[in-house]
């Protein structure tokens, strides 16, 4: 169906028997998606690089979903660093053993506009973080989101990737130039691409055959509330802008979710969707989101994905 002006959590349709996995579902937008779709019945598992939060968050679920009812679904807590390829190697192989279906994989996890570091595997943070982490685990769990009859991989990007336009593939950890937003934008460009050439691949599996036996889109919060903003390393004119905007043009986490939960549930949505908030892509119910032009550049898509390939060592849908 076509999302309406006023789509809410209050129209999420029932998810009483599917599996959700939700990266970062301890706070922020992550933890309304994970919230939502257990009291609509899903059984969520939240991955979260502290178990601690991971399992207080949980936690505070739970008791939602005690006073929900027998309707309500259920979350459990794992832990990945989703910057970390042995650690996301390590989640995805102990999930797999353990559940036969996987229907909604949403990839949120994320950092936002840090200094320059590097990740365990030597990988620039943010890129490790918002996408290399996101495109090794789907990867791994492709066998099983195949199995699951309708499912879905739903990454999670910004409006703030409009700001860039060149994944420098020949600077890849940014070594020789570096600025927190320029990384940010890059690294969420990073999934947008992602999702058009896993949209593009999982279409050609079929070989002309029908549906992909998995569908790939993308989503946006805009300018949601949370605590990730807060973490972000910006000069002092920027911030006091923000808090100037911030009353007209932000809106609560559990807005933030619902483009989130819409491209994971919704019927009627397509491969290479992408979902954001209707107003300026920052706030208000789900609406079909403005990407740039080098969002759905299939070249720029192609190179990325052989790149991430190389750095990660896990290969799919050859």
Known sequence: MAPSTSWTVADLESQAGKTVIVTGGNAGVGYEAALHLALKGAAVTIVARNLE??????????????????????????RADMSDQSSVAAFATVFAASHSSLDVLLNNAGVMMLPRSLSNDGQELQMATNH?????????????????????????????????????????????????????????????????????????????????????????????????????????????ASSVFQVFLSHSAESGACPLLYAATEAGVQPDDYWSPRFLDLKGPPAAGKKSAIATDDEAAAALWAKSVEVTGVSYLD
């Open 53 to 78: 939060r991971g399992e207080a968050a949980a936690a505070k679920i739970r008791v939602a979903l005690a006073a929900a009812g027998p309707a309500a679904g259920t979350v459990t807590v794992a």
């Open 132 to 240: 290399l982490g996101h495109f090794a685990l789907t990867g791994r769990l492709l066998p099983l989101l195949t199995a699951t009859p309708g499912a879905r991989v739903v990454n999670v990007s910004s409006p703030a990737h409009r700001g860039c336009s060149d994944l420098a593939l020949d600077d890849w950890k940014l070594e020789r130039s570096y600025s927190p937003i320029a990384s940010y934008a890059r690294s969420k460009l990073a999934n947008l691409l992602f999702t058009h050439e896993l949209a593009r691949r999982l279409a050609a599996s079929t070989d002309g055959g029908g549906d992909p036996p998995v569908l790939a889109l993308s989503a946006q919060p805009g300018w949601a509330l949370t605590s990730l903003a807060g973490k972000a390393t910006i000069g002092a004119p920027l911030q006091l």
